[in-house]
């Protein structure tokens, strides 16, 4: 079994955070999310406990369910099926307001079900894999959430940016 832990802040307050990171179906704004569904509401809330999700990832189908909901401190799933086969103990995201933002912390804890070459392929092949799929959707957040700049009144944009022999 391989724990995977990834972080990130982001510049928007907790409370938005969480709203959009337990809304599954915004991870189809990473590259490497197909489709997300809420195929079941939860018990208090729609991604609340008991809510059951379905995703499709370039790494493969999951079939998920919320096992603890705390907003906006923490969410908890674990996978009951997926393609490919895996064993999975623990999903977890905790929010903490951080200076200038919120701080996510994701974990899984899961393997690869194959006989001999489990542990080999999990650590070799799927860690990198899951990890770099909750990078580009911690990095969908904060493209979603973060403060635009604002121009000033008075004071003009940025040019645009030239292709390098002088013309736009």
Aim: aromatic share 8%.
């Amino acid at each position: 079994m391989e724990t995977m832990t990834v972080e990130r802040t982001i510049d928007a307050p907790i409370d938005e955070v969480f709203a959009w990171l337990t809304t599954t179906t915004n991870y189809t704004r990473s590259p490497l999310v197909l489709r997300c569904r809420l195929t079941r509401h939860g018990e208090a809330a729609p991604y609340g406990v008991g809510a059951v999700r379905s995703h499709l990832w370039l790494i493969g189908w999951l079939r998920e369910r919320i096992t603890h909901y705390d907003p906006p401190y923490a969410t908890e799933y674990v996978v009951d099926r997926s393609l490919p086969p895996s064993r999975h103990e623990l999903g977890r995201m905790t929010f903490t307001e951080a200076d200038g933002g919120t701080l996510v912390n994701w974990t899984t804890r899961a393997e690869m079900r194959a006989p001999l070459i489990g542990a080999f392929l999990t650590r070799h092949l799927v860690r990198p894999m899951i990890t770099r799929s909750f990078h580009s959707i911690l990095d969908a957040a904060h493209t979603a959430l973060a403060p635009r700049p604002r121009a000033e009144p008075g004071k003009p944009t940025a040019p645009a940016p030239t292709s390098g022999d002088g013309h736009r």
